[in-house]
């Protein structure tokens, strides 16, 4: 029986009592005393002497008080001040002076990059709508692939025969003459990346822009040497870097790089508050005192919701998005490490029954799990009945069935050592990522109608694909050897008998597939019929894939690794004051 105090608040004073798991939950290595767990109420046994599997995740890498005393000198009225002063500045540089169209598109471009285009949208939205209505792109190759780019990513839809001048005179591939001209290849291939499906001129550019770039670089480095297109690159984690480059440009304008240097301490601050709350909250459910083995990830779960979420005033929803993501990490480790399929099948039954009366048939640790997610679900409800007059339990409640349902199956699979062909794994993975109960949680926070809800399903879908099959890319071989299903890489290799750096192509591949169905369901012509679709949660679901690729970038586990490419990034945005 589920000890009562268990599902109280933490008491604030430091009374923990100290308790034999403790070489295995430690998770506090930044200070010199471990923090113990504070109950050993729910029976969770150690898995080694179990025979249940072992995560082995590294410890939290930073700790709860660490978190909690975040604080910067970036809350303060004066440099607001300073920031309204340059936002006003750059404001001018944008739209009064006569610029040329090309510097124009470059500022455009320089200002999503450095993270600080949020100040500036509506100027942004006028010159773009302007240069689309008067036609102003027919230009050099270099010009013209630009505005295609910031045009279509803008929601003005140019189609690919602007590109048509550039192509030879069958129109069966572009001019030779072009292959000299590196700025402006470098461009299309950027461009290329913004093709909806059946596009073939795009594509065709995509192969003739990539054959030329590839000749200066070695083959097999292309990606990495090339990194991610502009368009599947997420914005504030990445705005750093970008600072860093755009400093050593001699085009550098310095009133521009003050305002995102600034504006870069000042979203710091906005985002260590948000961190601090949802740090409390998961403090609040025990959940790693209690289910030693889950991931201590809050860090790294709010990460994510940085590159999701751009908008500055929605906190509420970042840290919305956080509570998600740790509860699905959480249940995630229940299903793939700690339980018994006995157990698994239980705790599916729950959800699926989703009431109060068939937890009691659950083991004490997955009542404190279910619990913890029945809460947040009711308590995310409560929001969405009191703002929009509706009931989300319904809807909501059915995608977190389907997880556990997606879960259920890869278990049964493990268990009984079965190997699914491709296809099959890819028709279950794709909501085995956890990508649903995010995007319906976003969609009930983002758009007003229920009854639009079908029409978002294909970019869902196509979201949630590439969450997986950067997931994949990224934990797979350390997931089969932990003993799990095979994952896409695995399956693939089993079908084929490719090698793995073949699968791994394969798979990026079909990423590049799942873009093209993303911007064909995200891209719309005015004229379309659905262009009653909320722009802004579709640009959410584009950034939930982005941010996937950001985190498994370059094939690693870039949740909470330490001394990452991710991690160094993480701690710029979230910790570091930057001069
Ligand atoms: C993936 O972990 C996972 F659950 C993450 C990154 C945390 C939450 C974030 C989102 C769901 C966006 P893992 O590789 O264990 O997932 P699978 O499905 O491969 O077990
Ligand atoms: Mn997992
Ligand atoms: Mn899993
Ligand atoms: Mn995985
Ligand atoms: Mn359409």
């Known amino acids: 029986i589920i000890a009562i105090q268990a599902l109280l608040p933490i008491p604030t004073t430091k009374t923990y009592l100290s308790h034999g798991l403790d070489k295995y939950s430690s998770r506090c290595p930044s200070s010199s005393t471990p923090r113990p767990r504070l109950r050993c109420s729910l029976q969770v046994s150690d898995p080694i002497q179990t025979g249940r599997r072992s995560g082995g995740y590294p410890p939290a890498l930073w700790d709860f008080d660490t978190i909690q005393s975040l604080n910067t000198e970036y809350k303060g009225e004066r440099h607001m001040r300073r920031e309204e002063d340059l936002i006003g500045q750059v404001r001018e540089m944008l739209v009064h002076e006569e610029v040329d169209l090309t510097p124009q598109l470059e500022l455009i471009d320089d200002l999503h990059k450095l993270g600080i285009s949020c100040h500036f949208e509506n100027e942004i939205l006028q010159i773009l709508k302007s240069i689309y209505l008067n036609q102003n792109y027919k230009r050099d190759l270099y010009s013209t692939s630009l505005a295609f780019r910031l045009l279509r990513q803008n929601g003005f839809i140019l189609p690919q025969e602007v590109f048509d001048c550039f192509k030879n005179e069958k129109g069966t ?9 590196r700025k402006g290849l470098l461009q299309l291939y950027e461009a290329s990346f913004l093709s909806r499906q059946g596009e073939e001129t795009l594509q065709l550019a995509r192969e003739f822009a990539t054959k030329i770039l590839q000749k200066e670089v070695d083959e097999r480095d292309f990606e990495t040497k090339m990194g991610f297109p502009s368009h599947w690159r997420v914005q504030m984690p990445n705005a750093r870097l970008h600072i860093d480059a755009y400093r050593k440009r001699t085009d550098m304008n310095p009133v521009v790089l003050e305002l995102a240097i600034l504006d870069t301490n000042i979203v710091q601050a906005q985002f260590q508050e948000e961190l601090k709350e949802t740090s409390r909250w998961w403090e609040s459910t025990s959940l790693v005192q209690e289910l030693p083995f889950v991931r201590d990830r809050i860090v790294e779960c709010y990460l994510w919701t940085t590159g999701v979420i751009q908008r500055r005033e929605h906190g509420y929803e970042r840290i919305m998005l956080t509570k998600i993501n740790a509860l699905v990490t959480t249940i995630d480790d229940v299903f793939d490490i700690y339980g018994t399929l006995e157990e698994l099948q239980l705790f599916t039954t729950t959800i699926q029954r989703w009431d109060l009366e068939s937890m009691k048939q659950l083991p004490p640790y997955m009542q404190l799990c279910y619990l913890a997610l029945h809460k947040f679900v009711i308590e995310e409800a409560y929001e969405t009945l009191k703002e929009k007059g509706f009931n989300s339990i319904p ?72 969450l997986r099959l950067a997931d994949d890319m990224g934990t797979s071989l350390v997931e089969v050897e932990r003993g799990d299903v095979p994952k896409a890489i695995q399956c ?33 012509d005015d004229d379309d019929d659905d262009f009653t679709l909320s722009k802004y949660y579709c640009e959410v679901v584009a950034n939930l894939a982005r941010m996937a690729q950001f985190i498994y970038q370059d094939g690693l586990d870039g949740f909470g690794m330490k001394d990452s490419k991710v991690n160094k990034l993480l701690k710029e945005l979230l910790f570091e004051r930057y001069e």
């Not at 084929?496 to 169905?517: D, P």
């Open 492 to 524: 693939y290799m089993n079908e084929t008998n490719a090698s793995e750096e073949e699968a791994r192509e394969y798979v990026r591949r079909l990423i590049e597939k799942e873009w093209e169905k993303m911007n064909t369901e995200t891209m719309w």
């Open 173 to 181: 591939d572009f001019k030779p003459s072009l292959s000299h001209d």
């Open 395 to 466: 809807y909501v409640t059915k995608w977190w069935v389907n997880l556990v349902e997606s879960y259920m199956k890869e278990a049964t699979w493990y268990y009984n050592g079965y190997k699914p062909s491709m296809q099959e794994y890819i028709n279950n993975a794709w909501i085995s990522i956890g990508g649903l109960p995010i995007l319906s949680h976003l969609f009930f926070r983002f758009t007003d109608s229920i009854e639009s809800m079908d029409k978002y399903r294909d970019m869902d879908r196509a979201s949630c694909t590439i």
